[in-house]
């Protein structure tokens, strides 16, 4: 539905009772229209900075008695077109709300407001002698992270969102607040709805506050990097580490397109083949017995080396190479945009799931940049694609529905900290269809008008199958 944006923008000050929380500019409202994916980007008709948990109430009250459309927008580095409001409307931006509301270092626990990042975060934390373990390489923010049930290069040792969320303070569509979870570590107490909102991608609620457990750091830490001959060789020593029990912090592979796009980029010079980003944490002896563990397990698979670093601005810019490995490959070219895939699969199965996805590019003449969190059988592989040309989007959609199909024949998932946004709903529904209808069920009891990120993780009736927004009319609105 069309909407006048000047009405809608003065109703919303008026509402809010501040102008300056509420924008129609034409540069902000582009900078609310999309994402990092080759998803089409669709401006909304207002964009509101929240400044506190009351903004959101105000905002969501309004909304739901007129029926618009809210789409909540953390730092917008999610990939599946998640943020993209594809029925116009309220782009809800958090990132005012970003104060740090309390660290508690005797509880391992922190309360934080929905727009802190993780480096904000971390930045705070240090000071304590702890850290906020979810790292999706992204400075994203914590309430898009606990909304897409994010993870990253540390989940194989400490868990994803879900894992370390324990409570949750949410703004409901018609406007009520909601506390779930506690600041206890566990707890039986009825359902589980902090599992639910975490995960639920702005679909069921607004997360006003985020409690989540912090770790002490460690009193060692040592990165390591291993150049192997063959893809399948560093996926056999990722996996071999995951079954001996050593408790590794993280366990990255990267393919050598991406270790060129990386060199280019960030004026690296490592070895232009299959690797693995290592990290280890524990006591100084520790990590020294499990880094010449691993280097065992690597020489035995022809690592042709393996590479310690523990000065803190070595290990840096060692992770610094590995969390713009993404952009780097984007940046191959800036005409193209990504589409990434992201399945996850039982562990032993990973180096065949590997070389299905190769084998698939290989079919379909897709060039692929495979990179992954493969502790946790977890990978990505990046297309360049033109979105504008639809025979270069089918067949890198093929090569992603041969990887998805083979992860879920395998028992796996078709994704594993992305989320489905608007890319994967096809795929949702090939993993639970027989689920999709108590998921709507589930929607409809938290947002009866629908107006809550409308168009995302569920297919709504009359909709692409695959779930592809609708083309816009000529003034970039909806015809
Ligand atoms: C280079 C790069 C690397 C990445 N690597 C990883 C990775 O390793 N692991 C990983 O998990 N992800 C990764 N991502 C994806 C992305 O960083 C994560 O999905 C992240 O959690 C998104 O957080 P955000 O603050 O940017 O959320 P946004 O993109 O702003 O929003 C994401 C979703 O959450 C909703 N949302 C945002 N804030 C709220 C809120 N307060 N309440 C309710 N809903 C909300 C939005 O509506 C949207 O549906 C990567 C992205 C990039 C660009």
Known sequence: MARDPSTLTGDLARALGDPARV???????????????????????????????????VVLRFA?????????????TSLEGHVIPVRGGIVLDLSRMNRILEVRPADFLARVEPGVTRLQLNRRLEREGLFFSVDPGADASLGGMAATNASGTNTVRYGAMRDNVLGLEVVLADGRVV?????AVKSSAGYNLTALFVGSEGTLGVITEVAVRVRPLPEAVLAARAAFPTLDAAAAVAVGLIASGVPVARVELVDPLTIRAVNRFKGTAYPEAPTLFLEFHGSEAAVAAEAEYAERLAREEGASEFHRETDPKAREKLWEARHHAALAVGATDPRKRQMVTDVCVPISLLPEALRAGREAMAREGVEGAIMGHVGDGNYHAVFMVDPEDPADVARARRVNDAIVDFAL??????TGEHGVGLGKRAYLAREHGDLLELMAAVKRAFDPRGILNPGKV??????????????????????
Do not use: K
Not at 179 to 183: C, I, K, N, P
Not at 409 to 414: D, E, R, S, Y
Not at 465 to 471: C, D, M, V
């Open 179 to 183: 506390r779930t979870g506690s600041l």
């Open 23 to 57: 924008s129609a500019n034409a540069t902000v409202l582009e900078q609310h229209a999309g994402d990092f994916s080759y998803h089409p980007r669709r401006p909304p008709d207002a964009v509101v900075f929240a400044e506190s948990r009351r903004d959101v109430e």
């Open 64 to 76: 739901s008695e007129r029926g618009i459309p809210v789409t909540p927008f953390g730092a917008g």
């Open 409 to 414: 024949a395998h028992g796996g998932t078709c």
């Open 458 to 479: 569920l297919s709504e009736a009359g909709e692409d199958p695959l779930g592809r927004p609708a083309p816009l009319g000529p003034t970039g609105r909806e015809p």
